[in-house]
Every structure is written in C-alpha cells, then in structure tokens.
Nanobody
Framework: QVQLVESGGGLVQSGGSLRLSCAASGFIFNNYAMSWYRQAPGKQRELVAIIGSGGGTNYADAVKGRFIISRDHAKNMVYLQMNSLKPEDTAVYCC?????????WGQGTQVTVSS
C-alpha cells in the first residue's frame, strides 16, 4: 500500500523555521521525483520545491534562498527545511511522488506563520 505521510507542520512566528518530513512507503522511492506543494485558503495549489531521483532540485521563486528540499534514499524520506518564514507561507503543505505517469499524494500538514 502506497503511503506518503507528512509531519512537522505547526504554528511559527514570522522569521522562524520549520522542517517538514515526508515518509514514503509502498513504492520504489529511488525512482521517483519528490516534491512539496502547498495550498493556501482560496488559492490554487502551487509547487514549492522538487528534487529528482538523482538529487537535482528546483524551487518556486517565492521560496528560493529560504527553503531547502532534500531526500534520504536509505530512509525513504523527503524533507523541506523552511527558513525565514513569512505569513504568506501559511498553507497546507503536501508531499508528492512522480514517476512517468504515476503520481502519489500525501494528506498534507498545516503550516501557519503568524506576523
């Protein structure tokens, strides 16, 4: 059974940091590109960061220089280190796995940044 389970969300003050984790199971993790998406109330879901199976990364302009995505192949884990958080980063953050036409989603974790 495929599972993507996010953790690490919470309430943080503006300028603070959080580290999100995504535990993956039920599929060949090493083959998949892993991403973090977010969706704020009343807004469309947007891609935050992606890391390929080989470790290459890409970021949304809004988070470049503040967020870092990483993965641990031995543990089947993906992380999102979020620094210098802003109120506009408030959203539900979801983990995504993609390989060819196969896509998996986690349930998400809430991140709230207070001003």
């Amino acid at each position: 059974q495929v599972q993507l389970v996010e953790s690490g969300g919470g309430l943080v003050q503006s300028g603070g940091s959080l580290r999100l984790s995504c535990a993956a199971s039920g599929f060949i993790f090493n083959n998949y590109a892993m991403s973090w998406y977010r969706q704020a109330p009343g807004k469309q879901r947007e891609l935050v960061a992606i890391i390929g199976s080989g470790g290459g990364t890409n970021y949304a302009d809004a988070v470049k220089g503040r967020f870092i995505i990483s993965r641990d192949h031995a543990k089947n884990m993906v992380y999102l280190q979020m620094n210098s958080l802003k109120p506009e980063d408030t959203a539900v953050y979801c983990c995504n796995a993609l390989y060819r036409s196969q896509v998996y989603w986690g349930q998400g974790t809430q991140v709230t940044v207070s001003s």
